[in-house]
């Protein structure tokens, strides 16, 4: 009986050692969530203000949005947001986030402005997992390649020098990293597609967005 009774008492201090071990992940991963969430959003707005400064707009870009889905062009299978900036109250630019899925070390994440006439207003990276040193040159605290984008835009979609110089094009790649810019400059190009097929309603011009298929 004492051995029963033993078994029985221990059984029972597991049982509440796993539901207190429990709880506490929980409310840990909870408020970890929304650190990472409000840090999130502060990185992004960082972004967002350095393609288009505050004093060169009209509103608050992060409470002038337009939802999205766009898997092909964009990497977004689930709903994300696209930034509107007013100028005189009409939209003159919108900043898009791209995911570029075929970075050396996995998922690129962007945010890529484009003027209201296609062409680009600014590329920021949010988040990569590129070798330091090399394909981390996408930051721009390590390099200034991204603003080799400023101004540009694509002429067609078959825009021939919409690439690295080293597939034919007028972009920069780095030295010993290829597959990095190269995924960037892509992504950006699918951007500026995406937005010349729903620029009347990423302008607010009365269409819907595309939700499918792009």
Do not use: C
Request: no cysteine; hydrophobic share 40%; charged share 25%.
């Amino acid at each position: 009986m004492e051995m029963f009774s033993a078994i029985r008492n221990s059984t029972t201090g597991l049982a509440i050692f796993a539901v207190v071990t429990a709880g506490m992940i929980a409310l840990t991963q909870v408020a970890t969530s929304e650190r990472i969430e409000h840090n999130v959003r502060e990185a992004e707005a960082k972004a967002l203000y350095e393609i288009l400064p505050r004093d060169s707009i009209d509103n608050d870009l992060l409470e002038n949005t337009t939802e999205f889905v766009a898997p092909t062009l964009l990497g977004h299978e689930r709903p994300a947001k696209a930034y509107r900036a007013l100028r005189d109250g009409t939209v003159a630019a919108v900043i898009l986030p791209v995911v570029a899925p075929d970075g050396y070390s996995g998922n690129i994440q962007l945010i890529v402005g484009i003027n209201a006439d296609s062409t680009l207003a600014g590329v920021r990276v949010l988040a990569h997992k590129e070798t330091p040193g090399l394909g981390d040159k996408v930051e721009l605290k390590k390099s200034d390649w991204l603003l080799g984008f400023d101004g540009k835009t694509m002429h067609g979609d078959t825009d021939s020098s919409w690439a690295v110089k080293k597939d034919g094009g007028q972009f920069d790649q780095f030295t010993g990293a290829t597959i990095t810019p190269r995924a960037v400059v892509n992504a950006v190009g699918r951007a500026i597609r995406y937005f010349r097929s729903n620029r009347a309603a990423l302008l607010g011009l009365g269409e819907e967005v595309a939700e499918h298929g792009n």
